[in-house]
């Protein structure tokens, strides 16, 4: 690789930020993709990595994602995300915070913070102590803000009741199977609205007991989780893992919809391919699963309440059916319109 503009991720980024903080060991890594739409807003994540080129990669292609997720939202915010280079340890001190949320400030808004995997609520009120440029706080009852995981959920759910109607005629979930790989914050707000309007659930997570306790609250059952991909169902909602949609697994689904609340759901781009040559109905992810970057932009914002947060969530359905006609009228696969989509409103079509 002769330079970091041959990175397979790098995507025209503007801006690609190292930070390197001595006294508190801080590494961490500030991509922004794009702020043709507003100041680029994406979570921080804070994770080990084996090597640092794994964490340039994952900031410059978490980042495009916000790009693409944001401007989908309709929200007049571009696309970033942070990495911070954890040490095998995860060791995570307050000096660390500080000299991140200093980095931020530094960028004079260019970024807009929030919490990501490995950042939690408590640590962002930490970095929030040095910058302004941040959301995702504990917020007053009723106002738009905090912890973006049930918004997703709501989101999510409303995208595969979105699926559901197309797919199978249906108005509702009632009596309609549901695999959930998943058991945490996302999954378990799905499971419970699915599960109040009549779903029959399947649940597997990699803890055990964490499935087992959605399922006992939702009347549902658990399944291994490396038996969820192949459950025989009317949706697979992947709420867990990123790259779940290889060649090999996408051959193997029983189900006609896909429709969940992961990141980066598809392998590779070429699986979308895959999914519309099945006839599987495909949510692209970054469309379905917006809720969350919905409340913590309008936080951000300082726009509205909790009811113009769910407003704006409840577009998301309209979303998914303008580009799955586009999909169908043009047999082009429904990842690949999203993308396109995205590209044209962030002035790079
Ligand atoms: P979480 O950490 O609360 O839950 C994830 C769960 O997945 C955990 O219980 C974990 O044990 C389980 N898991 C891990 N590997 C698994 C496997 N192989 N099989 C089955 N289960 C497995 O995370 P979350 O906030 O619910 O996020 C879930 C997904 O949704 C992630 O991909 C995340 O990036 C995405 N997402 C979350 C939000 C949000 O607001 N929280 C927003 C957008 C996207």
Redesign the pocket.
């Known amino acids: 690789m002769d330079s970091l503009w041959d990175y397979p991720d790098f995507d025209a980024h503007e801006l690609v930020h190292f930070v390197t903080d001595h006294e508190s060991g801080l590494r961490a890594i500030i991509a922004v993709h794009s702020r043709h739409l507003g100041p680029a807003a994406g979570g921080t994540r804070f994770w080990h990595y084996a090597q640092s080129g794994e964490a340039v990669a994952d900031a410059l292609r978490l980042s495009r994602g916000m790009s693409f997720k944001n401007a989908m939202a309709g929200l007049p915010l571009g696309g970033g995300k942070a990495v911070i280079l954890a040490d095998a340890g995860r060791t995570k001190t307050e000096a660390m915070l500080a000299a991140y949320g200093k980095a931020i400030e530094g960028l004079c808004g260019a970024y807009v913070t929030a919490e990501d995997?490995g950042i939690s609520v408590g640590d962002l009120v930490e970095v929030a102590k040095q910058t302004r440029y941040i959301s995702g706080l504990p917020v007053a009852s009723g106002r738009a803000g905090g912890d973006?995981?049930p918004?997703?959920s709501y989101g999510v759910f409303l995208g595969v009741k979105a699926a559901v109607r197309r797919k199978l005629g249906r108005d509702n979930l009632s009596g309609l199977h549901l695999a959930i790989?998943?058991?945490?914050?996302?999954?378990s707000g799905l499971a419970r609205q699915a599960a109040a309007e009549g779903a029959r659930l399947t649940i597997?997570?990699?803890?055990q007991a964490?499935a087992e306790a959605l399922a006992a609250e939702t009347g549902g059952t658990t399944i291994a989780?490396d038996a969820?991909m192949t459950v025989a169902a009317d949706v697979l909602s992947p709420?867990?893992?990123?790259a779940i949609l290889t060649p090999e697994s996408i051959a193997a689904l029983n189900v006609p919809i896909v429709a969940g609340?992961?990141?980066n759901q598809l392998a590779t781009q070429a699986e979308g391919d895959l999914l519309r040559d099945r006839d599987i109905l495909y949510a692209p992810d970054y469309v379905i699963?917006a809720g969350?970057i919905i409340n913590v932009g309008m936080e951000y914002l300082g726009e509205g309440d909790e009811a113009q947060v769910r407003a704006r969530i409840e577009q998301i359905p309209g979303r998914l059916e303008t580009i799955w006609d586009e999909s169908e009228a043009s047999g082009r696969n429904a990842a690949d319109v999203a993308d396109d989509m995205a590209r044209k409103l962030i002035g790079r079509g």
Request: with cysteine.
């Open positions: 995997v973006p995981g918004y997703t790989q998943g058991a945490g914050s996302v999954a597997a997570d990699v803890d964490k989780p969820i709420c867990a893992l990123g609340g992961a990141n699963n969350g």
